[in-house]
């Protein structure tokens, strides 16, 4: 079971300001200035897209790595907006109201025949992560009060 922490500690400037640890590892996320944050780390939905974005590399790295396929590199891009769902040609949903939509773009660099590049275009859409976020997630909240 992976698990992460979120701390703020509420001081004037910094409400938005997180201090996210797993582990050994510690990083931020903030919310930008126009929405009363510091900008001192990235926003959660650009965390959520980073956790997809490395998952789909670190496959298709894998992959080739497993396959004997010389990659030079692999460098992934992702967007996420909300749309309206009737707005939405290339949404497969029968949702009313806004949807969120994920973009992604994989840039893939090594000597590749079509079967391979096909391939690999199909390794790219099945990272755990992206297949977790496509599956859909339940969710337990518990809140637990001190004081």
């Known amino acids: 079971m992976t698990t992460i922490t979120a701390d703020i500690k ?5 409400e938005f300001s997180v201090e996210l640890r797993s582990g050994s590892h510690l ?3 903030d919310e930008p200035p126009e ?8 926003n959660p939905y650009e965390l959520l897209l980073s956790s ?5 590399a670190i496959t298709v ?11 030079d590199s692999v460098s ?6 909300r749309v309206h769902a009737r707005d939405c040609d ?11 939509r994920v973009r992604s773009q994989i840039f893939i660099e090594g000597d590749f025949d079509d079967g391979q590049r096909s391939r690999l275009t199909e390794i790219a859409r099945r990272c755990p992560v992206h297949k977790t976020l496509e599956r859909g997630v339940t969710f ?7 004081g």
Request: glycine share 10%; with cysteine; proline share 4%.
């Open 52 to 56: 997809v974005a490395a998952c789909t």
């Open 35 to 42: 929405v009363g944050g510091a900008d001192t780390g990235p």
């Open 90 to 100: 290339d949404c497969e949903s029968d949702a009313s109201g806004h949807i969120d």
């Open 140 to 146: 337990t909240t518990e809140a637990v009060f001190a």
């Open 76 to 81: 992934a891009r992702y967007s996420h907006d």
């Open 10 to 14: 509420i001081e004037p400037g910094s």
């Open 27 to 29: 990083w931020h996320a």
């Open 61 to 71: 790295s894998l992959y080739c790595r497993r396959k004997g396929w010389e990659l």
